[in-house]
């Protein structure tokens, strides 16, 4: 079941999810206001205390230039550190970066990385897996593939997924596809029009989505700022979701009450720390007029 925390975060990636073919509407603007500098701060924060979706956050930042200096590679660096503590929707975008033609490209890689969340319950990925081997190209065509991922986004009830199955049942080019699985589901979710109810001469043939069952969230924050700002008061009082930390210099918490204080000697931690600047002292940080203080 997902925490509110992970619900707030994957509603503000799911208005920021890119696809590595097309542009996107949702796209979190480059911004280089005194706000949005200070919002990438608060992230900054949040990720040396170990919050695992700052560090998802982070990267898109980095990404598209909020609050910072736009940098691919640092980008994928927080993509790949928040899907390792389970973030699927950062293990996802890191492996969109993968496939997208830069110096980063590397079909493999990202493959695995999309196989890996769609293994997880990551519908998007399932879905973007799904496309690609049944238009082949980025990869060498498989329909068995495509038909096993498409049926288990289909199933995850990934909206891209199901209007994308329905127009593939339908279509008179498609629907002769061995697409098994996939047209299974598809077929309980069937109902037939008659001519009276359609009012044309034919019958037709639509997907009836069961309502309630399509996963939906009341969003009542308009701008990535509100959304921001709900994510990191919530973070802000919560313990760290991962094992690596800073030590005991966060306000209010002892070595007692964090993640491995005790830990130093280990080997990938020293490794980490010396990946990324977690063992910098945490700064107080403050926004006046804000929704959120991170202390």
Not at 3 to 11: A, E, M, P, V
Not at 52 to 69: H, I, N
């Amino acid at each position: 079941m997902m925490t509110k925390n992970t619900i707030i975060f994957s509603l503000i990636l799911s208005f920021l999810a890119f696809a590595p073919f097309k542009s996107q509407a949702n796209q979190l603007p480059e911004c280089s206001t005194s706000e949005c500098v200070e919002y990438f701060k608060a992230y900054r924060i949040l990720t040396k205390r170990g919050h695992s979706s700052a560090m998802g956050m982070l990267g898109e930042f980095y990404y598209v230039g909020y609050g910072t200096d736009k940098d691919i590679d640092i980008a994928l660096k927080w993509y790949r550190r928040a899907g390792k503590y389970g973030v699927m929707d950062a293990k996802y975008k890191a492996g969109v970066l993968y496939l997208q033609d830069t110096h980063l490209k590397d079909i493999d890689e990202g493959v695995e990385y999309l196989e890996y969340a769609s293994k997880r319950g990551h519908g998007q990925s399932s879905y973007l897996l799904g496309k690609m081997y049944l238009g082949g190209g980025m990869v060498e065509q498989d329909l068995a593939r495509a038909d096993q991922y498409l049926a288990r986004a289909y199933e995850e009830k990934n909206f891209a997924a199901r209007n994308y199955g329905q127009e593939l049942y339908l279509h008179e080019s498609t629907k002769k596809l061995p697409l098994r699985k996939l047209y299974d589901l598809i077929s309980k979710d069937v109902v037939t029009l008659t001519p009276e109810q359609t009012g044309s001469n034919e019958q037709t043939a639509v997907i009836n989505f069961p309502e309630g069952e399509m996963e939906t969230l009341d969003v009542k924050m308009d701008t990535f700022e509100g959304m921001f700002g709900t994510h990191i008061a919530q973070l802000n009082n919560m313990i760290p979701d991962t094992s690596k930390g800073t030590g005991s210099n966060i306000a209010g918490q002892t070595c007692a009450t964090m993640w491995g204080c005790s830990s130093e000697g280990d080997g990938e931690r020293i490794q980490d720390v010396l990946l990324s600047d977690w063992g910098l002292e945490t700064l107080q940080f403050r926004l006046e007029g804000s929704i959120f203080i991170i202390n």
